[in-house]
């Protein structure tokens, strides 16, 4: 069973710092691309950022420069890495991969 487990998430003022996990299971996960999505309040899904296989990345350009996607295939887990909050971060943040979610992990920033 495919199980993905997002953490990391908090309260942090603007200018922060945050790292957000996505512990996976139930499938091959150093081949498969790995996606993390976010969603504000009262708004859509946001893409945030991917990665392939191979370790290339991808961001939106609302992220790019700040945030940074890496992966451990021992650990079967994926990591955001968000640098230089603001408050227009904050949302729930969802890993995913061809259609299979977390929960997600709630990150506010605010002063």
């Known amino acids: 069973q495919v199980q993905l487990v997002e953490s990391g998430g908090g309260l942090v003022q603007p200018g922060g710092s945050l790292r957000l996990s996505c512990a996976t299971s139930g499938f091959t996960f150093s081949t498969t691309p790995m996606t993390w999505v976010r969603q504000a309040p009262g708004k859509g899904l946001e893409w945030v950022s991917h990665?392939?296989?191979?370790?290339?990345?991808g961001y939106a350009d609302s992220v790019k420069g700040r945030f940074t996607i890496s992966r451990d295939n021992d650990m079967k887990t994926v990591y955001l890495d968000m640098n230089n909050l603001t408050p227009e971060d904050s949302a729930i943040y969802y890993c995913?991969?061809?259609?299979?979610w977390g929960r997600g992990t709630q990150v506010t920033v605010s002063s």
């Open positions: 990665i392939t296989r191979d370790g290339d990345t």
């Open positions: 995913n991969f061809r259609g299979n």
